[in-house]
């Protein structure tokens, strides 16, 4: 609040007995007065810009070591601290049972529903002999009672004793002999199972490799690490072909989400790691009953470059999705790219802001996008058209209402401000942010692909570093086949797992399109 003025001239060096006489002098010593305290209130003002400004930097990066990168409790995290509570709560039911619970135990496992290809074995617990106790009359079959409980079979390592009989012909003196099986690994002593289980290990379920040692030394096999890290180079040679394909599928749709995440790689010529990226592009046309399945397809770079994406979207042609880096807008030149933006990272400017410094204005834009979700909400899944139709008639009102308000906030406060900078990034966004409207097929975030890249973000934690930019490569061919085979509800396992058995046994290139993962479901059905 501006002090009045009477108050604030005594702030001023101004000696009271020695005022002039002359009514033009005190007139101009009052108008030099009030023209020094404009000054020193632009120079407050933007003291008090630049320390939010600071404090805003300060706070992001305290967030950044310490806290959640999300504004929203981790569920997993969540159920952390929730396991011990449960656990609790059994242990003391677990004290109390009684022949109740054994009789509603056995109804809970008849209405639970487990998958009907799990292997089921029968066990029978019958009463001893066949009179009855309490006559001793004869007793017969009047029914049964089945229910069932889930069982775990410990992983466990085999060998596979492969015999190959020679026949020789007396007639002829010939020796005759089937071929020896192809090795998936040349010379090598695993088998496409054991390669995927290592695969599925360390891209999938975050197991380094030298966590894998030490568990199957559990088992009585000692393995190497460098032996682990020979098949997986292997194995990715056998999948890169896959990932291409996958590729093509991928950059063959009208709309792509795509972002990028760091991995750190060991430089050993400098005695630490570099930064690589690894680039993440996904289809999701679920979201508007698209009948193109979902995919994700990754690739390594040593750098982020902007012409790392333009070599990787130049036979792309459509809408790309995109977070606000830079080199995505290099794309637009030449018109076969229309970039859509993120309203999730415009939220996280202003929730940014809030967060450290509880602006109402920053409140309000939050509450704005807010509105814009909740209509996103009620139409996920329907067509592209009927999506388009309900954003015309009940988001466009607020993205017209939104953006003169902001206009009209940027103009009352201070630029150099944290507030200032999200508004800012906001409208240089607008025609981007605003394609949503004219295009069913567009979502309001890129969220897909956020999550697409969580997996690797958990590997990161667990692996640390890459070892190598071919250690990267093989991160993304891998990465690529697992995130899509679940995004389809294809197990990573059996599906790594048929697929490499048929590739050793030479599976027809022309055909290898039935091998990804959507068709690979459908495949396996048919067989």
Known sequence: ?????????????????????????????????????????????????????LRLIIQRLQRTQFGRRSERLDGDQLALGLEDLDADVARAQASHRTVADHAEAELTAR????????????????????????????????????SEMLDFVPARLRVLHIRRPKYGCRACGTIHQAPAPERPIAKGLASPGLLAHVLVSKYCDHTPLYRQTQIFARHGVKIDRSTLANWVGGACWWLEPLQTRL?????????????????????????????????????????WSGTDPPAAVYFYSPDRKAERPASHLQAFRGILQVDGYAGFERL???????????????????????????????????????????????IRGRAAEERRAVRNTQSQPLIEAMKPWLEMELGRIPGRGGLAEAIRYTLSRWPALCRFLDDGRIDLDNNPVERAIRPVALGRKNHLFAGSDGGGARWATVCSLIATAKLNNVEPFAYLKDVLERMTHGYPMSRLDDLLPWNWAK???NQ
Not at 261 to 284: M, N
Request: hydrophobic share 40%; glycine share 6%.
């Open 247 to 287: 590729a093509v599928q991928v950059f063959g749709s009208g709309k792509i989400f795509a972002d990028d995440t760091p991995i750190p790689v060991l430089d050993p010529g400098r005695g630490r790691t570099k930064t690589g990226r690894l680039w993440v592009y996904t289809r999701d046309d679920r979201p």
């Open 111 to 146: 209405r639970q529903a487990f998958p009907e290809d799990l292997p089921r074995e029968d066990m029978t617990f019958d009463v001893e002999g066949r009179l009855c106790p309490c006559c001793g009359g004869a007793l017969h079959v009047i029914g049964e009672t089945v």
């Open 1 to 53: 609040m501006s002090l009045p003025i009477s108050i604030r001239l005594s702030c001023v060096n101004l000696d009271l007995t020695a005022l002039p006489v002359d009514v033009d002098a005190l007139h101009r010593l009052v108008h030099e007065l009030v023209a020094q305290v404009a000054d020193d209130d632009t120079q407050l003002a933007a003291a008090h810009a630049e320390v939010e400004r």
């Open 332 to 378: 637009t030149i030449g018109g076969n790219i229309v970039l859509a933006a993120c309203w999730a990272h415009t939220r996280r400017k202003f929730y940014d802001v809030h967060d450290a410094t509880g602006s109402p204005i920053a409140a309000e834009a939050l509450r704005r996008i807010a509105e814009l979700y909740a209509i996103e909400k009620s």
């Open 523 to 525: 495949l396996r059905v």
